[in-house]
């Protein structure tokens, strides 16, 4: 049976535009659209799996930071942390959609040699001067703040607890998604196999099913599977799947204060996930380019990496025991780890809304409003996204976000 609000099948032959996946991405896009009082076009929603068990929505760790190394992307996560806390107010006030909380404890990144320590000062400048409260502390500072870590080796670390730490972005893509819908969007179940493109336009998208619809725009809202639906219109995207593990433990001894998003030097991090539960994330040693469908845990990562990594770190976390764990994958750019979002330059009604890399659910109220903009103005009226265009890719010049957990 399908999930409420979807369709079995398009009910008409066109779309002003077509979204290809509907999960948080391509419902932040379909939510702002029509909330713009200038765009009055058909949107379709295509999308393959609507249980959305396998999608990265459902896999992610749900935080957000303002400690990034773009000013851009720090603007952007301001401007989630403000439309999540007032979502109520931003949905028309509607008494069933929450407001939403950040629960605050910071990421507390952990440098071990002075290059890297320098790293988290320039970023702290760039994060100050847009606005964020990033302090850098001293082993000291931080083990009057945390004595639970061993800091054996570390020689600065840099946290910020303002709008940065946990959130449910679970319960935003749900209200995306149901706003869109009640206002008209379609969403259907398929999955987009093929399109047409003439020169420099897609003029349509074929369905599995073999249904064949035409299209004013298209958007690329595939997550990991982006670069195959670019593919499908002669374009390349260098976007990869790349598997990212997650274990949610209890320890024998509860730390006796709120664990910060941790970001230990091996690239290990954890976190405070309940009241005496933790959540500890990794990718693996190699990272090689991944099959979307391929969700097997690798049980020696966590044997011989991670959990060594946390009992040293936090000896505390010697004595603990799994609950849960999963697998899911980052739409990693290999260029530089950041957003491809708008119009491809030769075929402009192909638009990317792809590669983010591991904050994509942060990211996804700013690109949705962005790209609306684009879709409906041609040019980005709040704040301006070009920075992320497909443009850099082509010259291969990297926007590199230095601060990738
Ligand atoms: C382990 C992990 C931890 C993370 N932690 C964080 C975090 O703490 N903070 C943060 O901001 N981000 C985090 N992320 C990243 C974030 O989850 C993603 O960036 C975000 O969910 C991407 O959303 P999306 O809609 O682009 O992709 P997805 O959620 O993958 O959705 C893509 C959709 O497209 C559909 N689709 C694909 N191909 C087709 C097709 N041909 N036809 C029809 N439908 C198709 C799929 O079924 C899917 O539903 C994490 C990700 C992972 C894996």
């Known amino acids: 049976m399908l999930p409420k609000g979807f369709s079995q099948a398009p ?41 959305y068990l396998w999608c990265s929505t459902a896999h992610t760790n749900s935080c957000i930071r303002q400690q990034f190394s773009t000013e851009l992307n720090v603007r952007i996560s301001q401007f989630t942390a403000e439309f999540i806390k007032n979502l109520r107010a931003n949905m028309g006030g509607d008494e069933r ?37 990033t302090r850098l502390l001293t082993p000291d500072q931080i083990a009057a703040a945390y004595p ?27 209200w995306f998604r149901r706003k869109a819908q009640a206002r ?34 298209v958007v690329n809202a595939a997550g990991p599977r982006a670069a195959g639906v670019a593919a499908m219109a002669g374009l390349h995207l260098p976007v990869e799947p790349r598997k990212r593990y997650t274990w949610i433990f209890t320890a ?48 020696g990562l966590w044997e011989n990496h991670v959990w060594p990594v946390l009992a040293t770190r936090i000896p505390q976390f010697e004595a603990i ?16 780890q950041n957003a491809v979002l708008g119009p491809h330059p030769e075929v402009e009604n192909f638009l990317f809304m792809n590669g983010f ?18 879709i409906t103005h041609h040019e980005y009226r709040s704040l301006d996204l070009t920075p992320f265009s497909y443009a850099r890719v082509a010259a291969g010049e990297a926007m590199v976000e230095g601060a990738v957990i």
């Open 357 to 374: 890399s591991g904050h994509g659910l942060q990211q996804s109220p700013a690109m949705g409003r962005g790209l609306a903009e684009w």
């Open 97 to 133: 959609v929450p407001n939403l909380s950040v629960q605050d404890y910071g990421y507390l990144y952990l440098a071990d040699t002075e290059a890297f320590a320098d790293v988290l000062r320039a970023n702290q400048k760039v994060q100050l001067a847009a606005g964020a409260e």
């Open 148 to 174: 639970f870590y061993d800091l054996d080796g570390i020689v600065l670390g840099s946290i910020n607890t303002r709008d940065e730490g946990y959130w449910d972005g679970g319960t935003l893509f749900e």
């Open 184 to 217: 008209g969007v379609e969403y259907v179940q398929g999955e987009v196999t093929a399109m047409t493109r003439t020169g420099g336009r897609i003029d349509s998208v074929t369905l599995a099913s073999g249904d064949t619809i035409a299209c004013g725009q």
């Open 252 to 299: 024998e001894t509860p730390l006796d204060r709120e664990l910060p998003l941790t970001i230990d030097p091996s690239g290990v991090h954890v976190r405070q996930d309940g009241p005496t539960t933790y959540l500890a994330g990794s990718k693996g040693d190699p990272d090689p380019a991944a099959d979307p469908g391929d969700f097997h845990m690798d049980h």
């Open 11 to 51: 009910s008409r032959d066109s779309y002003d535009v077509v979204i290809i996946g509907g999960a948080i991405m391509g419902s932040s896009l379909a939510w702002w659209l029509t909330e713009s009082a200038d765009f009055d076009g058909s949107v379709l929603v295509v999308e393959r799996d609507p249980s």
């Open 321 to 336: 025991r799994i609950v849960t764990e999963w697998t899911g994958h980052y739409a990693y750019n290999t260029l530089d």
